[in-house]
């Protein structure tokens, strides 16, 4: 069975992930649920999520070349939470659209893990006329995390007075 997931029903996941662990630390994430993260040369691949049956371990696979880490880390712990259940490498195969949904889900995901809520309304006096490159230069992340972000707080409350979008990224990761 596959779970349709809408952008509140990832937010509200990540939410629950970061009461739990009482973080939003990637790292320390995936030490809790003792997921082995794993650095090496992957080519054009940023990263990827790998489950050994018989160890009933996860790893993450990270391309070593990679300047942020954390969000291919963050990335792979949305297709962990949202999808480690499904054979993701069999859909893509069947369907291109159901990749991308799956893609797309997991940075949302990776979006809401890296920069809560709270972190952006705590800096709103500092950020409130900002551009979103601006924003994402001072949270030292990926422009799609922030149009992420603003996209999900205007979804939840029209009167946010973040920036407009100016520019966009397509960000995609394994």
């Known amino acids: 069975m596959i779970l349709i997931y809408t952008s509140k029903n990832i937010k509200h996941k990540a939410e ?15 030490e809790n649920l003792k997921i082995t993260i794993l650095k090496s040369n992957l080519g054009r691949i940023n990263g990827f999520l790998q489950y050994y049956k018989e160890e009933n371990e996860y790893i993450i696979h990270v391309n070593k070349r990679s300047s942020q ?17 499904l054979n993701t490498f069999q859909m893509e195969k069947c369907s291109i659209v159901l990749g991308a949904k799956l893609e797309h889900q997991a940075n949302t995901f990776a979006s809401e893990i890296l920069i809560t809520d709270k972190m952006l309304i705590d800096e709103m006096p500092r950020i409130r006329n900002w551009t979103h ?5 001072f ?6 995390v922030i149009e992420q972000k603003v ?5 939840l409350s029209p009167k946010t007075s973040m920036p407009l979008k100016e520019e966009r990224s397509i960000v995609k990761f394994a």
Do not use: D, M
């Not at 009461?19 to 990637?26: A, D, G, K, L, S």
């Not at 490159?133 to 230069?137: N, P, R, V």
């Not at 949270?139 to 799609?144: D, G, Q, R, T």
């Not at 996209?151 to 979804?155: G, P, R």
């Open 16 to 30: 629950r992930i970061i009461q739990e662990h009482r973080t939003n630390n990637v790292y320390q994430i995936c």
């Open 69 to 85: 880490p954390e969000i291919i880390i963050a990335h792979e712990l949305g297709h962990f939470f949202l999808h480690k259940n």
């Open 133 to 137: 490159k601006q924003i994402a230069s």
């Open 139 to 144: 949270f030292k992340v990926p422009l799609f």
């Open 151 to 155: 996209s999900q707080l205007n979804l």
